[in-house]
Every structure is written in C-alpha cells, then in structure tokens.
C-alpha cells in the first residue's frame, strides 16, 4: 500500500472506534480481515498511526475533526512534509480527498494545539482523579501521551543480563535504570516498528520475558521471602507469578491462582519455557479444594487487583477513552471483594501486597483504607524497603517514596515506567 491507502484506512478505523468504543485491536482486525492485500508494513503503518492518533485524541481534534487529526499526527509526531501529505492525501483512487487550503492550516496548527492542550488528551471525569494523587498533572499527561519502550525481564532461571544484554544489543537492548534484572528497547520512532523479541533465539531459550519495569518492581515488593509460600491470587497469565517464582531461584513454592480459568491458560507453557518449577497452577474450575488447603498459611499473598489500567494508558491508548466513571465504580467494588478473598490465605504474620495498575487513589490509597477498617489486624509496611531488600534493584537506585498513606506510586514521568501503586500489608501474629 501507498501513503494514500495507508492513511484512509487509519481514517476508517478511527471511525469505527468512535463510532463502536469496542478495543481498537478489534476495529484493527476487522479493517484487515477486509483487507487481505495489506502486508506486515502496512498494518504496522496503520496500528501505530492509529494509536499515536489516540494518545493525542483531544488535543489534536481526531474524535471532531478526523482528517485533520490524523495530518496532524503525521505532520507534528511523524515528521512528515507538507507535500508528502498534501500529495498523500489527493492521490486517487486510493486517498481520503484532496486537503483544502484551511485544513492545511489547521493541520499546521497541530504543534501548538499538543503543547497547549495537553490536559485535554485525558479523560475529563478522571482529571481530578489525577490531580489528587500528582503535583504535576501535565507533566503527568505528557508522559502518558509518549509511546511506551519495550521492557524485557532477564529470566535467571536460564541465563543472566550481560549474556542476555549482550544476545539482545542487535533489538537495542541495554539495561533499565532501577530493576536489576530490566532490560529496555528504546521506544520506535514514528514509523519504525517495535523490536520483536518474539521470534529472537533468547526469548525462544526462556531467557526473557517482556515485562514493564514498574511491573517487575512489583513482584518484587514480596521483599525477601526466601523459600516462602506464596500465593498469587490474581495470576493472570501470569508475568509477576514468573517474576516471583525466579526471584525465588526455583525453591519455595508459588500458588498461581485466577478466576478466570482461561486467564491461567499460557502459564503452563511460560513456564516451562521459562524453566520455572516452583509453581503450582491452582484452576477456579478444578482446583477449589488445594486453594482451600492454603487458606491461613501463606507466608505472602499477592493481590495483582483487577483495575482501572490507567497506569498502562501508554501502551493501550484507547482504553483511557473506554474508561467510563461506571466500570471505575465497578472495579473498586471488585478490589474489596478481592481483598477480603485473598487475605483469608495470609498467615499470622505473613504478608500481604496489592497491586494496581492504577495511579489513582480511588482504586488504592483508598481501598486499603477500606479494608483496615474491616481487617484491622494488619498493619502497613514501606513497600520501597521490602522492594530494596529483595535484591532486585541497582545499588543506588532510588525509589519514590510511598506517601503519608503507606502507597509506593510508579509512573510514566515520575520513574519512566507504566502506573503502578504499590501497598503492603504485614498481619499481626
Ligand atoms: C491485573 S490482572 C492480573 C495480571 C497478572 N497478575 C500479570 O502479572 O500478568 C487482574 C486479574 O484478576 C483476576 N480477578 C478478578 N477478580 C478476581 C477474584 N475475585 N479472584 C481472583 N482473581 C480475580 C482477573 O481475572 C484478572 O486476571
């Protein structure tokens, strides 16, 4: 494809998104399941003029004035030339339409709309949201508008960073400033692709994961539970439960547990690729009896809580337009109940940690709150110490300080990762 087939498809899926507010992979998919002539490039053309036009949805005007919108993410974020564009544009049969002399103009104005409009590419209901947990709620924006790099986790159980570092240099690979084990692929520039990691000898040998560093640091608030029992009652496909259980160096034992049955399903073959085996994965379906063996014995119990996911706006910038305040609402409903579940395996004197991929107080600061109020036998302990202690981080790396109310915050432009909120909890013996 051309230019000019290239954007008008952009256009056609922007559309879709806003006329169906369905994940934009799914108005991605659909546009190539009708699209069979489209090659690799195209659609990696097409995906990341789509989510750049995303992150930059209000301030450029992509959910009022499309056309526009997209020249001015091409001519602002992509550095094209006018004439490339003007030329792209009017191509038939193939382009969305000659561009008139005011678009023009408009499109030109794009710089100035995205430096001074930048609180306006974040939702309006979630404005005071950020503004109670951030001092700098535009730098904040800001960050969040960037596209995110790609970070990778060293898997110890196969290998070790400079052997890694040094497979993974031809991706762009080099270490990331506070995890130990991080490894970052700076972020593609307009239409360059990603790194794909995927299909490098080291992912295949297991010696990587592709984890965010903020989500690294997470698994790491266990601190250091040598030979511990843990369980990860919120496993997912499993990233913190893989980090964990290598951090342990194959002793102790993790518990990877799921509502969602269909959730846990790659964990079996992560972690075989990834030599793990000290986990046990605990299915809702099959296995309610050994998770109600566990109940009251954990030495720690991980609750990665389903969220917001405003902390990975970044990377998934058309869930920050999905969010509506009803699922938010829904999501802290969820976080009680998950807690309430999760602490009943904690041990006396065990540990509990929570996690969200959320920045905002509402879905942390304030659910922990809750729960001490119904659970007042736990006391809240410096997330940043236990992080430190487990080993996991740079001598010498600082960490934000967890605030007045015990809360560890990771973000785009405070520590260069995805949002993450961090809380741990320690039970009365
Ligand atoms: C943020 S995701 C977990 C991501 C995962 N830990 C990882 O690192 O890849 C939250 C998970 O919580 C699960 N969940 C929601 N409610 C739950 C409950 N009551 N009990 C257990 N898991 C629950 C969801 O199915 C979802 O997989």
């Known amino acids: 494809m051309r230019d000019a087939g290239r954007i008008a498809a952009a256009l056609d899926v922007l559309a879709q998104f806003e006329a169906r507010r369905v994940p934009i992979k799914v108005c991605l998919a659909d546009w190539a399941r009708g699209a069979r002539y489209a090659g690799a490039k195209d659609r990696a053309f097409i995906g990341g003029v789509v989510h750049d036009a995303l992150r930059y949805r209000r301030s450029l005007e992509l959910d009022t004035r ?18 490339r564009l003007v030329e792209a544009f009017a191509e038939t049969p193939h382009g969305p339409g000659a561009l008139s002399a005011e678009e023009i103009d408009a499109i030109a104005e794009g710089a100035t709309l995205a430096a001074r409009d930048v609180r306006r590419d974040w939702p309006e209901f979630a404005l005071p949201l950020l503004e109670r947990v951030n001092d700098n709620p535009t730098a904040e924006i800001e960050a969040n508008r960037a596209r995110a790099p790609v970070d990778l986790r060293v898997n110890t159980l196969r290998s070790d960073l400079p ?24 972020v593609p520039a ?6 794909a990691i995927e299909i490098t000898p080291a992912f295949q040998k297991g010696w990587v994961e592709i984890q965010d560093e903020g989500s690294q640091l997470a698994a790491l608030a266990m601190g250091d539970l040598a030979g511990g029992q843990i369980l990860d009652f919120c496993a997912g496909a499993g990233g913190k439960t893989l980090a964990m259980a290598a951090h342990l160096d194959n002793r102790g034992q ?6 969602d049955a269909r959730r846990l399903a790659p964990l079996y073959d992560r972690a075989r690729r990834a030599g793990v085996r000290n986990v046990q994965v605990l299915s809702p379906t099959s296995d309610a009896a050994r998770l109600g063996d566990l109940t009251g014995k954990m030495d720690g119990v991980f609750v990665d809580a389903p969220c917001s996911g405003a902390g990975t706006w970044r990377r998934r910038p058309d869930t920050k337009w999905r969010l509506t305040p009803d699922q938010l609402a829904t999501r802290q409903e969820e976080q009680d109940r998950v807690l309430d579940q999760a602490e009943a395996f904690v041990r006396p004197g065990g540990i509990l940690v929570y996690v969200t991929c959320s920045i905002f107080a509402e879905e942390n600061e304030d659910r922990i709150a809750a729960f001490l109020d119904r659970h007042p036998t736990y006391d809240i302990e410096d997330p940043g110490a236990a992080i430190t202690a487990s080993g ?3 001598a010498g790396a600082v960490l934000p300080p967890a605030d007045g109310r015990g809360t560890l915050r990771l973000s785009p432009a405070k520590t260069a990762t995805d949002g993450f909120a961090i809380t741990r909890l320690r039970r009365r013996g």
Do not use: N, Q, S
């Open 190 to 195: 307009a239409e360059r692709r990603g790194p």
């Open 254 to 259: 993790v518990f990877a547990y799921d509502i």
């Open 66 to 83: 499309p056309r526009i919108g997209i020249g001015r993410v091409l001519m602002t974020l992509w550095g094209w030339p006018e004439a």
């Open 163 to 186: 052997r890694t570092e040094k497979a993974l240099r031809g991706e762009g690979a080099v270490p990331a400033p506070l995890a130990a084990l991080a490894l970052r692929c700076a």
């Open 392 to 394: 996991g981080v740079h």
